[in-house]
Every structure is written in C-alpha cells, then in structure tokens.
C-alpha cells in the first residue's frame, strides 16, 4: 500500500497564507485539503471541501464523504501545517 503525503504552501501572501495537504494512503485516489489563515490567524479550513481524485486524473471533485484513515493522517499531519500557516511563531 503506498501512502503518501505532501504538505506544501501554495499562497505565501503578506496578509495571507495557503496550505495545500495531498494525501493519498491508497495509491489510487489522492485527497487534496486546503487549510487557510489570514492575518488575524482566523482558521478557514471549513471553508474549503475536501477534493478527492483519481492519481492519473487532475480534475479534482468536491467530496464530502472522507474517509477515517485519511482524516487521521490530515491530524498526524497538523502541527507540520501549523508550522507552515505561523512561520514566525516562535514555539
């Protein structure tokens, strides 16, 4: 089973930071989350839905349905996300 999984900052604006989380655990369908945070650091991660595609297809779909496994890697993968949205937060 191959799992993979890329944390990326897609959007470095001043006032404005993307996180783009990939996450394919099955080796067929990769799960694509943007975690968002202004400067006011107001978290926007509800405001975008988990997309789900095929690995040899690019077009992304809404998906609601996530499965557990993959909502428990997005968790294992959160304080690297939290380093990436609050680069200057000392820890």
Avoid: C, H
């Avoid at 996180?19 to 968002?36: A, Y």
């Avoid at 997309?51 to 496994?69: G, I, Q």
Wanted: glycine share 2%.
């Amino acid at each position: 089973m191959a799992k993979k999984t890329q944390v990326a900052v897609a959007n470095d604006a001043a006032d404005y930071r993307d996180v783009v989380v990939r996450i394919n655990l099955d080796g067929k369908t990769d799960w694509l989350f943007t975690i968002s945070l202004d400067k006011e650091f107001d978290f926007l991660l509800e405001d975008a839905t988990p997309r789900s595609s095929a690995t040899d297809a690019e077009a992304f779909v809404d998906n609601d349905k996530v499965p557990d496994d993959v909502l428990a890697e997005l968790e294992r993968v959160q304080p690297q996300v939290m380093a990436l949205l609050q680069p200057d937060a000392s820890a």
